[in-house]
């Protein structure tokens, strides 16, 4: 038995597929790639994949984990190079480490980085931007609607937000937008670079945001960025389009 | 060539169920760049992606065409209606999974025909492809289209549609196809040109070089080509050896769920059988095997390239396939030792299968199918469905001591010359497998169920029944009705067929030239999906008829004597109208004929020179 963790990443190519896709994925790059990954035992054995968290139908990531089980060891860079001669274009592993001790990576997750991309109808000034998303976060509840498969119910998804940046997309570039939540987003490295959003916001129409967004994520309290851009409507208006959803990093325990 | 690829943005995609549908990219796509290739092959499967990914045709011919260095050929399948909304509403031309470009700049269009309630999705993808539907508004700068599969044996009602089609096995008349295109490509030749040229290679038709004259009575009177130079009968193309034949081993692997989703294992075609009603066992003729060596070689790198966790073995019938011992012997060990589940459709339940299903599956007892077809030995015995009661009650308690809880019973209503009798002895039947149940586990527990479906018996072309007179809707509803009032028990469920449906499959399978205005109009109206319970429109239907002038009890309820010249009588699928006749005769006296194996009846399908005929 030998534990790995791999972090990889899932591109455009692949961002439409849901969970469940994405781990017969694994299991059939896997049986390509011949890496002795274990079996559960049982009527119906599975491969003994786990995946940090859900990444939903539409997102990009360049951090997800993935737990794996071998039956056998194998070297970290090989695994890695198997691997990534046998996942379709648009998934990539990035770092493999071996697991120490027991823990699982599903329930240690605790928070997530996303980037989320809108565009707002032309017309709104930087200013009246700035001031509408400090207004929002400035309040003590930050209620939405969440629906479920059987209902509709309402949510304060304050409480699950860590720190927000914003950023407003100008002739010249990129712009923050500089206000202070819980703490500075500078914190985190900005690889958002120009080019690699290029072709979005050929896409977009309007003015377009990029938020940082460092919400709780996993088992116990998990925000998804829509929701937050739910939020946003109702002091930018409904004209909030989602141009796309990145993740950025998963924080575990 | 140049890329005009159609702008997806993400909010589209992300507005419509299942955008995976719509984004191709999956592992084994095949990808080339448009600007080096001459030829451009649009390969259209007319319903959604999960059905057509699942189609083993396609995959042979995307991977045979693809092969060339002159040809890119992509796929494209209707989209749900959803995304079709948004396309409209987006100005958004259809295009294909490789390379998004749009239908309308490609050189050939090929549509598989795999069941006549698809015709509709054809017009549908030809207008959201910027296509004029009708062959006689398309120019010298619309593409060609063409059209092959099962529903080719009849190509009539799609006579206006298609500038050509592909009759029998496409793997040897595309490649002739294209080598002709190419030529063609080079020449000042129009398309109507080309198309003259092609009509004298074996298993092309193109429908506009020949002309059908109709009696007073609306009868066929005669159909000829236009000109002598063009063949009067079009015999289907057929692969000689499966061992030589092409066959993809590095087949694309879908991302989302599909219908069938797993590598296939194609082990043979045509069936050695002979039910009277069954299309695919005579249109398919003769019986050509792969060897167990050749299928051994195909799984292991099917296996290797895909990944896949399930195989699944296909043919018509799996426990007729010569060899079939060896092979699943073989193939057992292979897939246990890549952990692949082996899927064993379509086999006669007997200790030998159940055996290896255990074996060859380690997932749970899922269920097993019988389809005895009719209630009573006598209807039985008229389908050549050579299967007694005695069998059917053997294999089911083998089942159930097995372990099996979950049966599935499949039978026909409305078979020639079915009486209530028959009827009857469906529920005699259901009742019998139930007691059997009791024989062998005593009292039955919660888990047993016993599904019962009856599907209605549509005559289709180039089998015994091709003259029959199919039930009419009522009729249908009545038997329907009787069953569900007598198959009443906590173990048995009832499934049945909506009688409108099948009643407009059984038009557009007898079909002649003049039903294709009926489907014109049909689309017009905004049918679509028709074999889809939620989008079948029978009103839009019926309208459709009434104002084309035709009536579609000409084609459903009119017994035709075997004399009638009728409208498909110019395809020759090799077996001859002669033993259909005879075949006809024997299944009102109630005769059996032997298979294939046993014995030759001289079907005629001698001509392809197969093994299995001399």
Redesign the interface.
């Given at each position: 038995m030998y534990n790995l963790r791999a972090v990889f990443a899932r591109g455009k190519?692949?961002k439409?597929?849901?969970h469940?896709?994405m781990m017969?994925?694994f299991?059939?790059?896997?049986?390509?790639s011949h890496i002795p990954v274990s079996?559960s035992c049982g009527?119906?054995?599975r491969p003994k994949l786990v995946f940090g968290l859900p990444l939903a139908?539409?997102v990009t990531s360049e951090g997800e984990y993935v737990d794996i089980v071998l039956d056998e060891e194998m070297k970290n860079d090989v695994f890695m190079e198997k691997m990534n001669g046998?996942l379709?274009?648009?998934l990539k592993i990035l770092k493999v480490s071996p697991v120490e001790g027991k823990g699982n990576i599903m329930s240690s997750i605790q928070g997530a980085l996303y980037d989320l991309i809108v565009s707002i109808q032309f017309g709104k000034t930087e200013e009246y931007i700035k001031q509408s998303i400090k207004k929002l976060i400035s309040q003590d509840e930050i209620t939405v609607e969440k629906r479920t498969r059987k209902k509709v119910g309402i949510i304060d998804i304050k409480p699950m937000i860590l720190d927000i940046g914003v950023k407003i997309l100008s002739e010249s570039g990129f712009k923050e937008l500089e206000f202070g939540y819980n703490s500075n987003m500078s914190y985190f490295p900005d690889k958002l670079a120009k080019e690699k959003y290029s072709d979005?916001f050929e896409?977009c129409e309007g003015t377009v945001l990029i938020f940082s967004l460092l919400v709780r994520a996993g088992s116990r309290g998990n925000l998804k960025p829509e929701l937050f851009a739910e939020a946003l409507k109702s002091v930018l208006g409904q004209d909030i389009?989602?141009?796309?959803i990145h993740r950025r990093k998963l924080f575990a325990d | 060539m140049k890329s005009l690829a159609v702008g997806l943005s993400n909010k589209i995609l992300m507005s419509v169920e299942k955008p995976a549908r719509y984004a191709g990219n999956e592992w084994n796509m095949v990808k080339k760049d448009p600007k080096n290739i001459p030829a451009r092959f649009a390969f259209c499967f007319p319903d959604v992606y999960e059905i057509g990914m699942s189609h083993l045709g396609m995959k042979i011919l995307y991977h045979l065409i693809n092969k060339r260095d002159d040809t890119y050929c992509e796929r494209f399948f209707s989209p749900w209606t959803d995304m079709e909304d948004k396309m409209r509403e987006n100005d958004l031309p259809l295009f294909s999974l490789e390379t998004k470009d749009p239908l309308n700049i490609f050189d050939i269009i090929g549509f598989t025909l795999q069941y006549e309630m698809s015709y509709t999705n054809i017009l549908n993808m030809l207008d959201l492809g910027r296509v004029p539907v009708l062959a006689a508004d398309r120019g010298e700068e619309h593409p060609f289209v063409c059209a092959g599969g099962p529903c080719a044996y009849n190509p009539e009602p799609l006579a206006d549609f298609v500038d050509f089609f592909i009759i029998g096995e496409g793997e040897n008349v595309i490649n002739e196809l294209l080598d002709r295109y190419m030529v063609w490509r080079g020449s000042n030749e129009s398309k109507q040109g080309f198309l003259k040229s092609i009509a004298g290679i074996e298993g092309i038709y193109v429908p506009s070089l020949y002309l059908p004259r109709y009696n007073g009575d609306m009868t066929l009177k005669s159909f000829m080509p236009v000109d002598s130079a063009f063949p009067e009968k079009i015999r289907k193309r057929i692969v000689h050896d499966l061992d030589t034949s092409f066959f993809p081993e590095d087949v694309i692997v879908p991302y989302i769920d599909i219908v069938h989703n797993r590598a296939m294992l194609e082990l043979y075609r045509g069936c050695i059988r002979g039910c009277r009603f069954c299309q695919a066992g005579f249109v398919y003729r003769p019986v050509r095997e792969r060897s167990s060596g050749r299928l051994m070689d195909i799984a292991g790198k099917t296996i290797e390239s895909t990944g896949y966790e399930e195989i699944s073995l296909v043919s018509l019938s799996t426990s007729d396939y010569s060899e079939i011992e060896k092979l699943t012997g073989g193939l057992v060990g292979e897939t246990e030792k890549n952990r692949v589940n082996l899927s064993l459709p379509s086999l006669r339940i007997d200790s030998f299968s159940l055996d290896l299903m255990e074996k060859a599956s380690k997932v749970r007892k899922s269920g097993l199918t019988f389809a005895p077809e009719a209630g009573t030995q006598r209807l039985r015995n008229v389908i050549n469905k050579g299967v007694t009661e005695e069998d059917l009650i053997k294999s089911v308690k083998m089942a159930f001591q097995g372990g099996w809880n979950n049966i599935k019973l499949y039978f026909m209503l409305g078979l020639p010359g079915e009486t209530m009798d028959d009827v009857d002895g469906i529920v005699d039947l259901v009742f019998k497998v139930l007691d059997a149940y009791r024989e062998v586990k005593g009292k039955p527990n919660r888990r047993l169920n016993i599904t019962v479906s009856t599907s209605c018996f549509i005559p289709k072309v180039f089998t015994p029944f091709q003259w029959e007179v199919q039930d009419n809707i009522l009729l249908i509803r009545d038997k329907q009705e009787y069953l569900k009032d007598r198959l009443r028990s906590k173990y048995i469920s009832y499934n049945w067929h909506d009688p409108e449906l099948s009643m407009l499959e059984a038009v557009f399978a007898r079909g002649d030239r003049r039903t294709g205005k009926v489907l014109l109009k049909a689309w017009k109206k905004g049918c679509k999906f028709d074999a889809w319970h939620e989008h079948f429109r029978y009103g839009l239907w019926l309208e459709a008829f009434d104002e084309s002038g035709v009536d579609p009890a000409f084609y459903t309820s009119r017994k035709r004597s075997s004399e009638e010249l009728l409208p498909w009588d110019h395809i020759d699928i090799g077996v001859s109208k002669k033993f259909l006749v005879k075949e006809r005769e024997k299944a009102y006296k109630g005769e059996l004929t032997g298979n294939c194996k046993d014995i030759c009846s001289g079907c005629g399908a001698a001509v392809f020179d197969s093994e299995i005929c001399r």
């Open positions: 190519e692949v439409f597929i849901s469940l896709d017969r994925v299991e059939r790059a896997l049986r390509r079996y009527f119906n054995p139908v539409g046998s379709p274009a648009g979005l896409s389009n989602i141009c796309e | -």
